[in-house]
């Protein structure tokens, strides 16, 4: 079964910025028109918590509270690809961000509707 793959974390220090990728693991993974796109993070101890979405049909965004202002996800839709870019980045952004797939537009911010994630790429934030 195809599924998505996050790149792009890595070890930076508050304030930095980072651009994290999700892409599909093969051609056979189809994006619908009304599927949302998702970044989500988990920190240590910590479940994991919606941080960015985007709806395929028609790009609208939004955010976590904790991120707004902060970060920016985007898509490329030839490529089913989606982006989360990152600036200003804080020792509590810390985590391992997994991006994920929801057919249903109206449970946008439950995690539990998503699939297809990935194993996920770490961000880590010192201060």
């Known amino acids: 079964q195809a599924r998505l793959v996050e790149s792009g974390g890595g070890l930076v220090q508050a304030g930095d910025s980072l651009t994290l990728s999700c892409t599909p693991s093969?051609?056979?993974?189809?994006?619908?028109?009304?599927?949302?796109m998702g970044w989500f993070r988990q920190a240590p101890g910590k479940e994991r918590e919606f941080v960015a979405g985007i709806t395929w049909r028609n790009n609208k965004k939004f955010y976590a509270d904790s991120v707004k202002g902060r970060f920016t996800i985007s898509r490329v839709n030839a490529e089913n690809t989606v982006y989360l870019q990152m600036n200003s980045l804080k020792p509590d952004d810390t985590g391992v961000y997994y991006c994920?797939?929801?057919?249903?537009?109206?449970?946008?911010?439950?995690?539990?509707?998503?699939?297809?994630w990935g194993q996920g790429t770490q961000v880590t934030v010192s201060s």
């Open positions: 093969d051609q056979t993974f189809i994006i619908y028109a009304n599927d949302i």
């Open positions: 994920g797939r929801n057919s249903d537009p109206y449970t946008r911010y439950n995690e539990a509707k998503y699939d297809t």
